[in-house]
């Protein structure tokens, strides 16, 4: 029995990866040079989806642009700019607008969605989760040079300024100035740099 070397394990890994990028590429409205997507990666609605070049997507990585759900049209976009990294087992899922800047680092197990499954009154909450409407109340906007911890959530209508740092497990649900710290659940400003 023959043992690969490993320098050739990486070789063969790097092959497989850019074959593997330039298939999801052709998936997408527009992506920019050296895309570096590691398998699996979950795609739905590419045709909303641009990415820029020099793109990082770990593994399980999932972007999903809705344009439809439960007999309901969405017009969704999700824009991510340059030198953007995304660690592994993230989600990104949009009805509405998402916008990523460039020079973005993203920890493993983030989530950023634009909407939620119904509102919190009386109808929806009679509903099962699944069977609920979409709805957004407005897009996620992440500016350049942010970065952004493991296992945060970022919802709808927020904008997160540029050189911005999210600690790690925050819930952000508003807005955030540029060169802010912030933590927690609900995430607040904790601090400021720069």
């Not at 790097?14 to 298939?23: A, N």
């Not at 979950?42 to 909303?48: D, I, W």
């Not at 770990?58 to 030198?83: L, M, V």
């Not at 899922?93 to 509102?119: K, P, Q, W, Y």
Request: glycine share 10%; proline share 5%; charged share 15%.
């Amino acid at each position: 029995m023959s043992i690969m070397h490993p320098a050739l394990i990486e070789f063969s890994l790097r092959i497989f990866r850019f074959i593997y990028s330039t298939w999801i590429a052709q998936n997408l409205n527009k992506v920019g040079r050296d895309p570096n997507i590691y398998y699996p990666f979950y795609l739905k609605g590419g045709r909303y989806i641009t990415i820029g070049s020099t793109f990082i997507a770990g593994y399980r990585t999932r972007i999903e642009a809705w344009d439809s759900y439960a007999g309901e049209r969405f017009n969704p976009i999700i824009k991510i700019g340059n030198n953007v990294c995304i660690n592994y087992d993230c989600h990104f899922g949009a009805i509405n607008h998402i916008e990523i800047g460039d020079n973005v680092l993203i920890g493993s197990r983030v989530t950023i969605v634009d909407h939620d499954h119904g509102t919190v009154d009386s109808v929806s909450l009679q509903m099962k989760p699944g069977n609920r409407p979409l709805v957004s109340k407005g897009p996620v906007i992440v500016e350049h040079d942010v970065w952004i911890g493991e296992n945060v959530v970022i919802l709808s209508n927020v904008t997160v300024g540029h050189n911005s740092i999210i600690g790690a497990s925050s819930v952000v649900t508003k807005s955030v100035p540029p060169f802010s710290v912030i933590g927690g659940i609900p995430a607040k400003v904790i601090g400021s740099h720069g």
